[in-house]
């Protein structure tokens, strides 16, 4: 959630867990806290008076799979455009199923892709499509600056890290005084990550740091490998260096960050619970 003078911004409005990691299901332990995060993403929502999906990823969006689609109603949605620069599954299946599943609901639906939205003193901008990564195969994402009087914000959605020179144009372009940015998608390194990938998202990761920024926060993908400290830390050491925090959203929140799925054969060896996922539709 982005809370501005005017209004609130939930952007991407899921919750998810990986199906098999290290060769694991969920934790039990996961799966609670799962629904935790689910109630706190309703809550969010309930008071949002914008809500944005940038792309049809699971965790990125909910048809009803978990959080009831009753999220929607009344909302202004933006939304990927669900026809362009956009892959097979997501165009065919899962952008279809979402839109027919909260039809109606929003007070407004708009395509976000390379647009402005102002509300009173409050721009909301997207970038034009970017590949969800270094090659086009998982689709593309819209990134989202939000903007005030006070400062700015930019998310970048699922861009791995910015592997390539085309993530970092619309950064650029806005300079915001922080950055929300996933990191790259090192825990597949060798199978859905090449070595030069990962090496160009670190040195891109270390040119976004020159652009201006107060804050850099990491989160989301990279947080998945339990290596993050050790592949991050030269982007960490020239964040100090710079005098920008780096930082990730557990720590903005003030809570501890509890990377479950960067550790789930530890939860495993601690305890054998397997997650009871029969009942995670919420009400």
């Not at 086009?136 to 020179?165: C, F, H, K, N, W």
């Not at 390194?189 to 990962?198: K, V």
Request: aromatic letters at 4%.
């Amino acid at each position: 959630m982005i809370e501005t003078k005017d209004l609130k911004i939930v952007v991407d409005p899921a919750v998810s867990l990986a199906p098999r990691r290290w060769g694991l299901p969920p934790h039990q332990v996961e799966v609670d806290r799962l629904k935790e995060l689910a109630l706190r993403v309703m809550d969010a929502a309930a008071e949002a008076d914008v809500l944005v999906v940038t792309h049809y990823h699971y965790d990125h969006h909910d048809p009803g799979i978990i959080l009831p689609v009753d999220i929607y109603r009344r909302k202004k949605l933006i939304v990927k455009d669900p026809q362009r620069a956009i892959n097979r599954s997501q165009r065919v299946v899962r952008a279809p199923r979402f839109l027919k599943a909260v039809e109606n609901l929003p007070s407004s639906i708009e395509s976000a892709d390379g647009r402005e939205f102002r509300f009173n003193s409050t721009l909301i901008k997207f970038s034009h499509p970017v590949p969800h990564g270094a090659e086009e195969r998982m689709g593309y994402v819209v990134q989202v600056l939000i903007r005030d009087g006070d400062g700015s914000v930019l998310l970048t959605s699922d861009i791995e890290g910015a592997p390539r020179e085309m993530h970092m144009n619309f950064t650029r372009e806005n300079r915001p005084n922080e950055i929300i940015i996933d990191g790259p998608l090192s825990y597949m390194l060798g199978h859905a990550l090449t070595e030069d990938e990962l090496h160009s998202s670190i040195k891109n990761m270390e040119s976004l740091l020159r652009e201006g920024l107060s804050r850099f926060i990491v989160d989301h993908h990279v947080l998945r490998d339990p290596l993050a400290e050790e592949r991050l830390s030269p982007v960490r050491e020239l964040a100090n260096s710079l005098g920008v925090e780096f930082t990730n959203a557990a720590q903005v929140l003030k809570v501890e960050p509890l990377l479950l799925e960067a550790h789930r054969r530890e939860l495993y060896e601690r305890d054998n619970r397997r997650g009871d996922l029969s009942n995670l539709v919420l009400e």
